[in-house]
């Protein structure tokens, strides 16, 4: 007990006086897994409002497939990503493996397979009044679109931020595609296993700390998207 209590004041002072390793641990997380949500996020809405509102052969056997997918292993993701960009692989000649370009890569096929069958879910059980309104009115397409998503923009802003809380605490894609290279590829999760495994548990609290912090504020931050939601 004293041995963890020594570990964790430990890992207070790291945060504190700002050790640089770590807060560049830290800084590679945001970095990766925020521009794998900005790509990933619009991306899996738009595709996720066409299984809502449009119909197409074969619509009903993709939402399954995708469904399906969602709670596919990170480390599944990860192995085929390492394929693709692996020197043999089909993108092998781009010497993208062990980057933070693999690792958003990878981060962004977790995302998107998270995202569009949530919001899929948010759009198909909306009314489609407001679709329907916008299109008699004349409004094209894509503005019609817009106006849906307008009005849904607090549940689909919490799929977003949930996909976000998913990617930032994964561990397999970001190891197997990342490679886990000091102060380049090792971000939160790859830090604490590696800390833990070396028996350093001083940085691995620090950044278990953080990850808590993010996960508490992220929840209350979607349990007030939700109230909103539920009062419109």
Known sequence: MDGLGEATLRALYLLIEGDGALWNIIGVSFSVSGGAILISAPV????AFLLAYVSFPGRRPLISTLQSLQSIPTVVVGLL???LLSRRGLFGDLHLLF???AMVIGQIVIAFLFVVPMAHGVLAAADRRAW???RTLGAAPWRAMLTVMTELRFGLLAVAIAAFARIITEVGTSIM???NIESFTRNIPTAIALETNKGEFAQGIALGLVLLV???LLNVLLGQLQGKGEMR
Do not use: D
Not at 44 to 47: D, E, Q, T, Y
């Open 44 to 47: 899996a809405m738009v595709l």
């Open 81 to 83: 990503v390492y394929m």
């Open 99 to 101: 980057t933070q370009t």
């Open 132 to 134: 329907e309104t916008a």
């Open 177 to 179: 595609v990342g490679g």
């Open 214 to 216: 993010l996960a508490l």
